[in-house]
């Protein structure tokens, strides 16, 4: 597995990157029977470190986790145990989801865009000056779309620690949106009729 170890704006000890490196590692064996790659962040925000650990465990099954301590080692306990948590919930669906991923149909490609505010619009306390009244699109990238069921879009969402995930429902062959919801609940975007 390919693991990233980066600091921003500090300096990690070699000491640290050899401890991520092995708890990840050790942590993909358990879960996983090869995972693809894993990126650990580390940042200090006045008088804590925070860690940002992205690991890609398959196509498409990405988790994330997030940990705050008064030091790295700390932080990055708070990170990992987040994500170990997520995987002792969901391991059951974890392997089957895994074991069937070879046999569904490969995703589809969607594009995502980036809007920049219009004209007057008032963005983080500011006005922005646009030339136009609609919102411009100033970045676009390609994405996957993969077939799910609800519960495994579901799993995606809270494992990636995502606020929204696009799939195409394995029942109906639709495009559906999942997204959590400002009281922590989750919210399902169906175009089927009703």
């Known amino acids: 597995m390919q693991i990233s170890v980066a600091g921003k704006q500090i300096d990690l000890s070699d000491a640290l990157k050899y401890r991520v490196t092995g708890h990840l590692e050790r942590l993909a064996d358990k879960y996983f029977d090869h995972a693809l790659d894993a990126q650990v962040t580390f940042s200090r925000a006045r008088s804590f470190f925070t860690c940002d650990i992205n690991l890609h465990a398959a196509r498409g099954l990405t988790l994330r986790g997030e940990g705050e301590a008064a030091d790295a080692h700390g932080a990055f306990d708070d990170a990992a145990e987040h994500i170990a948590r997520r995987l002792r919930r969901y391991r059951g669906r974890v392997h089957d989801h895994l074991r069937t991923l070879p046999r569904r149909r490969a995703p589809e490609v969607g594009r995502s865009y980036i809007l920049k505010p219009a004209e007057g619009q008032v963005v983080e306390g500011e006005v922005k000056q646009g030339s136009g009244p609609y919102a411009t699109i100033v970045a676009e990238r390609l994405a996957e779309i993969a077939t799910l069921s609800v519960s495994e879009a579901v799993m995606r969402l809270d494992l990636a620690a995502s ?11 639709q495009i559906n949106v999942i997204y959590r919801r400002q009281d922590g609940n989750i919210g399902w975007l169906d175009p089927s009729p009703a």
């Open 163 to 173: 606020t929204l995930l696009m799939f195409r429902n394995s029942t109906s062959d």
